[in-house]
């Protein structure tokens, strides 16, 4: 049940990001397939190789007072946007740097937010 909510959770957050952030777009007419597809690879992801580059990064981020991973949460995006391009062909578009780094920003404040709601601990 864990693993369906922080998914459930993570695709509310990306189409927030998506509704909110310039230059982060969905390219296709079925908007909430690449969604829920890109959700489902980024939830993926938080659970295997995001705890490895953060403790990778650790140094890092100890030095930058955590703000890091804020760049490593925007370097996941970008991942999960191409696997789920390369995997699906689903056509998630991120413009720029700044707008995935904003999209970032804003997926964990919806997350933590919903997380809050729900009394999840994701």
Known sequence: MGFFVRWIVTAIAVA????????????GSQIWVGV???????????M?????????SLPVSVITLGLFYLVVNTLMLYLAAW???ALFGIGFEIA???????AAIVISIVSVFLNGIIGADA
Do not use: E
Request: glycine share 4%; net charge positive; aromatic share 10%.
């Open 36 to 46: 829920l597809f890109l959700s489902l690879i980024l939830a993926l992801i938080n």
């Open 83 to 85: 696997l789920a391009n």
């Open 16 to 27: 927030v990001a998506v509704w909110l952030v310039p230059g982060v777009s969905v390219i």
């Open 48 to 56: 295997s190789v995001k705890p490895i580059l953060q403790l990778l």
């Open 96 to 102: 720029t740097f700044g707008s995935a780094f904003v």
